[in-house]
């Protein structure tokens, strides 16, 4: 995997999340620019793939690029898509959505 593969996948995480690079070094405590530096040929270090995987509740391989497969949607950006999409529908999709909300996490299983 080349620094610019890396670079691109966090670009397109933010781009999903609808989040900019800048915010998203901010809210990580990276150094400014760092993100945009990979793109240059400098190697992210292991605890700067760890931090962006965690943030987007993927894990470090899909990061790197050494899988295609996403895992989870805990994290706050995560969430974010999960209250959009909650919001996008109507009444009757809202209701359906929090009863399966309810459903999953119940103590009856």
């Given at each position: 995997m080349?620094?610019?593969?890396?670079?691109?996948?966090?670009?397109?995480?933010c781009a999903e999340a609808e989040i900019s690079i800048d915010k998203l070094e901010r809210s990580l405590c990276l150094h400014?620019?760092?993100?945009?530096?990979?793109?240059?040929?400098?190697?992210?270090t292991a605890e700067e793939i760890v931090a962006i995987a965690q943030a987007f509740n993927t894990s470090c391989d899909y990061v790197v690029g050494l899988t295609d497969v996403r895992e989870g949607v805990g994290s706050i950006y995560g969430?974010?898509?999960?209250?959009?999409?909650?919001?996008?529908l109507n009444d009757r999709g809202k209701g359906f959505m929090v009863k399966l909300i309810e459903t999953g996490f119940s103590d009856k299983q």
């Open positions: 080349q620094t610019i593969d890396i670079y691109n996948r966090v670009s397109g995480l400014e620019g760092s993100v945009e530096q990979w793109a240059n040929g400098r190697m992210p969430f974010k898509k999960l209250a959009d999409k909650y919001f996008s």
